[in-house]
């Protein structure tokens, strides 16, 4: 027989759980809440980390795989954190077959950091996506909200150079 969960310990700021607890009791017996929940989750916490899932669960009296499966369907919640400068390689056909593969390898030499991830300072982080829109200028790359395109491995240290300050 399964074990029921009826508390989860996380290393976690007592005042953010605060908050989030104080949400959680804002919309219970609502139907419909998870959602909301989950992004007032994400916007205390950055992100989804699976102790914030089971904190989520537990306290709404619902199966984790339940709000797992709502953070990985919605491509609005986030599993890992994000850096202050979140950078993202274009990796659909257009761009990969201009060589964005190579930029991701690039990317990942110059911050230090392998697959997806956050530096250790929480300046970057590093993810690869699908395509983006502007497959005229592949292979691309975005760092936030700005975008660069026709790229070269050669490129991406002076890229990385302007947010580093």
């Not at 390689?89 to 990317?107: D, F, I, P, Q, R």
């Amino acid at each position: 027989m399964k074990k029921k969960l009826t508390s989860v310990e996380f290393t976690d700021n007592p005042q953010l759980r605060a908050r989030l607890d104080a949400v959680i009791e804002e919309h219970r017996g609502e139907g419909g809440a998870l959602m909301p929940v989950m992004q007032k989750a994400q916007e205390i916490y950055g992100y989804l980390p699976p102790e914030v899932q089971k904190h989520i669960a537990i306290k709404m009296g619902i199966p984790v795989s339940e709000v797992y499966g709502v953070a990985t369907f919605y491509s609005q919640f986030l599993l890992n954190p994000k850096g202050q400068h979140p950078v993202s390689v274009c990796l659909g056909t257009a761009c990969y077959v201009k060589g964005s593969g190579l930029l991701m390898e690039k990317l990942e030499e110059e911050l230090g950091i392998s697959g997806e991830g956050v530096t250790d300072d929480g300046k970057f982080s590093l993810e690869a996506t699908r395509c983006i829109g502007a497959c005229g200028l592949a292979p691309v790359l975005t760092v936030g909200e700005d975008v660069y395109g026709r790229l070269t491995p050669d490129d991406i240290h002076g890229i990385i150079a302007k947010y580093r300050d």
